[in-house]
C-alpha cells in the first residue's frame, strides 16, 4: 500500500510538472503567434515603404515625360531604380551629359520628397548609389569607372537640390560593383549595354526585426530558452 501510494503522488507530481510545462508552452505559443504578428506588420512597413519610393519617382518620372514616351529608367520589382549607362555618361566617361540632367534632377526632386516623411525615414538604412560596368577591360580599370560614376552621380543629386544633401545626405552613400553583377551574361553589345548602368538600392533596416526577436527570447522560461 506505501508503495502504490507513492507511486500516486509521483503521478501526481508528474502530472502537475507536465501540466506547469503546458502552461509555459502555451505562453510561449501565444508570444510566438505575437512576434509573427508584429514581423508581419515589418514585412507590410518595409514594402510599404518601397513602394511609396517607387510611386513618387514614377509620379515624377511622368509629369517629366511626354505622353507615350517610354520611361528612361526601369524600376524594378524590388524597387531598385536601374539608369542605362547611355542617359546619362558617354562609353568609358564619368562625365554626366547634360541631357542626363533632367532625369537627375528629377530623382533629386523624388528622393526629397520621399525622405521628408518621417515614417519612411525611420524604416530607410542607406539608399546606395551603384555604378554597375560591362566584363570588358579590367576588374580594377571598372571598378574605378564604376566608382567615379557612382560619385558624380550622388553629387549632382546633391547639387541639384541641396535640400537633399542638407537634410537628407547621412541617409546615402555609393558604391562600386565593377563589372560582377551583370543584368545580362550574354556576350553582345546589346548585353554589354545593358549592364553598364547606375543602380539606386533603398536598403531598409533590420533592427526593428531583431528588437522583436530579441524580446520575445528575453520573455521566455528559462528552461526554453535555453532549448533554442
Same mark, same amino acid.
Given at each position: ?7 500516486? =503522488? ?21 508570444? =510566438?503567434?505575437? /512576434? ?11 514594402? @510599404? ?30 524597387? +531598385? ?16 551629359? !547634360? ?25 530607410? @538604412?542607406?539608399?546606395? /548609389? ?11 580599370? &571598372? ?11 550622388? &553629387?549632382?543629386?546633391?547639387?541639384? &537640390? ?21 543584368? +545580362?551574361?550574354? !556576350? ?16 531598409? !533596416? ?23
Amino acid at each position: 500500500m506505501a508503495e502504490i501510494e507513492a507511486g500516486k =503522488l509521483q503521478l501526481k507530481v508528474s502530472e502537475e510538472k507536465v501540466a506547469q510545462q503546458q502552461e509555459v508552452i502555451g505562453e510561449s505559443n501565444r508570444r =510566438l503567434d505575437e /512576434v509573427r504578428s508584429r514581423l508581419q506588420g515589418i514585412a507590410v512597413l518595409r514594402v @510599404d515603404v518601397l513602394n511609396k519610393v517607387k510611386r513618387a519617382i514614377e509620379t515624377e518620372l511622368a509629369a517629366r515625360n511626354d505622353a507615350g514616351t517610354p520611361p528612361p529608367v526601369l524600376i524594378a520589382e524590388n524597387g +531598385n531604380i536601374v539608369i542605362n549607362e547611355n542617359l546619362v555618361f558617354e562609353f568609358d566617361s564619368f562625365a554626366i551629359k !547634360k541631357e542626363g540632367k533632367p532625369l537627375l534632377d528629377t530623382l533629386s526632386r523624388a528622393f526629397a520628397g520621399v525622405l521628408s516623411d518621417a515614417s519612411v525615414r525611420e524604416n530607410i @538604412d542607406v539608399i546606395v /548609389v551603384q555604378g554597375h560596368t560591362d566584363e570588358r577591360g579590367t576588374a580594377s580599370y &571598372n571598378r574605378d569607372l564604376s566608382a567615379r560614376r557612382a560619385n558624380a552621380v550622388l &553629387n549632382y543629386l546633391f547639387e541639384a &537640390n541641396p535640400i537633399l544633401e542638407n537634410s537628407y545626405g547621412s541617409y546615402f552613400a555609393s558604391s562600386a560593383y565593377s563589372e560582377f553583377r551583370p543584368l +545580362n551574361p550574354a !556576350k553582345t553589345e546589346a548585353a554589354f549595354q545593358q549592364n553598364r548602368r547606375i543602380e539606386i538600392s533603398v536598403v531598409l !533596416k533590420d533592427a526593428n526585426v531583431r528588437r522583436v526577436i530579441d524580446e520575445y527570447m528575453l520573455g521566455l522560461d528559462p528552461t526554453l530558452r535555453r532549448t533554442l
